[in-house]
């Protein structure tokens, strides 16, 4: 198999929207991640194929990002399909993600992660990641109330 990192296309929305059905227990609508794609924002896949042509490939993760004019980038959303985390999938999607920031006035990334999600916060300390600071009522779902950690690294 041949898993490579590629633009998200409108075609893989319902992929990705799967997966993050799937691994989420408040997702984004299809709608949301169909306008993450529209308005330009830094979509990327995760594919497998059994030969290197794209239009037969299989998404197993996806990362959206934006970008500010002060230098900093922002990952809104991440995950991996659940049969194929722990695999070590995202820590490569994230290293491939980190290396095409560094380019000239791009200074920091950031995200937030739900503290009850301790292989995500290893997988991005790992990386260089440090908290930053704490998000009162960041997550608001079916199972109630979570704060946030907002993870940074400087590039």
């Not at 794209?54 to 900093?72: F, K």
């Not at 790992?126 to 590039?155: M, P």
């Amino acid at each position: 198999m041949i898993t490579r990192v590629r633009a998200m296309q409108f075609s893989d929305v319902d992929a990705v929207y799967a997966i993050e059905c799937a691994a989420h227990r408040a997702p984004w609508s299809r709608d949301i991640l169909h306008d993450c794609v529209l308005v330009g924002y830094d979509c990327r896949v995760l594919a497998q194929s059994a030969e290197d042509k794209s239009e037969h490939s299989t998404v197993i993760g996806y990362l959206i990002a934006r970008y500010t004019q002060e230098g900093s980038a922002h990952i809104l959303n991440v995950c991996i399909a659940p049969d194929f985390q722990g695999k070590g999938y995202g820590q490569r999607f994230l290293k491939h993600f980190l290396k095409t920031l560094k380019r000239p006035g791009m200074k920091e990334i950031i995200l937030e992660v739900r503290p009850t999600n301790p292989t995500a916060i290893h997988i991005y300390e790992k990386l260089g990641f440090t908290q930053a600071e704490v998000k009162e009522g960041y997550y608001n779902d079916v199972q109630g109330i979570e704060d946030a950690l907002l993870l940074k690294k400087v590039l």
